[in-house]
């Protein structure tokens, strides 16, 4: 969940690519593997470059390598910094998702549990259930979102291999219409902030379930649903404007599903390794 420290490590993204196949067939154990990221005091501070190249180029094998996993170990490697986006730091200043809770959720022993600070979150409270260091269930639903991955694969040791959203109505969702959308979109350009909003949109009489995700006023937004309408997101285009930039899908962990994807600004700062870029908009010049 820590930035990596050393970009020089990315000329080890292939050998490390080498070990995630090694732990698929079986010739490397998977606390081998992770001992391998561990720095001198046990912590997994090292970088893991190896998680941005399969999900670029082999997204197969990162899949087929978090299903190898544990739930324990599968949930270190999403929490990753490559992955989820966010620090730990991060995650309390925006959504006073406490360390502590963090720790717990990736197995990590958390002793002498401290009260945590009464303070506002920069972005919005995921807020806990009454145990204070315990991971509620909106929390983990938040995370699935961040991940792009379904909730069971955080909660179960054999998770389900098919898409779903039903983590949806748990998070702090927001249903807007299409001009509330805009309006979001808009405040995106002032905004400083690196925030990943689950969304219904109401257009046109259809409910789209939609991942919106803005970093110093840039945005990727995603059509998320089991089954999509690919006229609706057409619409959904046109109806943007010029405020669409690229065009394109995001592969996700369950194969067979892609979530449609629109982003609006600079694209190198937003995109995700798994954003494949494809012509969808009506509007623009061939």
Sequence with gaps: ???????????NAEEYVGYIRE?????????????????GAGRYSKPWPELD??????????????????LNHR?????????????????????????DQMRKFIGIFV????????????????IPVPGEFEIDARIIALLAVMMRV???????????????ISHYTVTEYQIVNKD??????????????????????????????????????????????ECQRFGVFRELIK????????????????LTHLNLAIIGGNQLKIMPPEFMEVNFNPLAKS
């Design 111 to 126: 002793a002498n549990e401290k009260k945590k600070e009464k303070r506002e979150a920069l972005i919005r409270d995921v």
């Design 53 to 70: 190249w399969v999900r670029r180029y082999e997204m197969d094998l990162y899949c087929k390598f978090l299903l190898k996993l544990d």
């Design 180 to 225: 509330e959308l805009l309006n979001k979109l808009q405040n995106i350009n002032s905004c400083v902030y690196h925030d990943v909003l689950p969304i219904i949109l109401i257009f046109d009489g259809v409910e789209l379930h939609l991942r919106l995700e803005s970093k110093n006023g840039d945005f990727i937004l995603e059509y998320v649903d």
């Design 75 to 99: 949930r270190i490697v999403l929490s990753r910094y490559e992955i989820l986006g966010y620090t730990v730091r991060e995650l309390s200043n925006y959504f006073r998702i406490h360390r």
């Design 23 to 39: 732990v698929i067939t079986g010739k490397m154990t998977v606390e081998v593997y992770f001992n391998k990221k561990r720095d």
């Design 150 to 164: 379904p909730v069971s694969w955080l909660e179960q040791e054999n998770p389900s291999q098919e898409w779903t």
């Design 239 to 254: 109806f943007l404007g010029d405020r669409v930039k690229k065009t394109g899908y995001v592969k996700t962990v369950i």
């Design 1 to 11: 969940m820590d930035k990596p420290k050393n970009a020089g490590h990315r000329n």
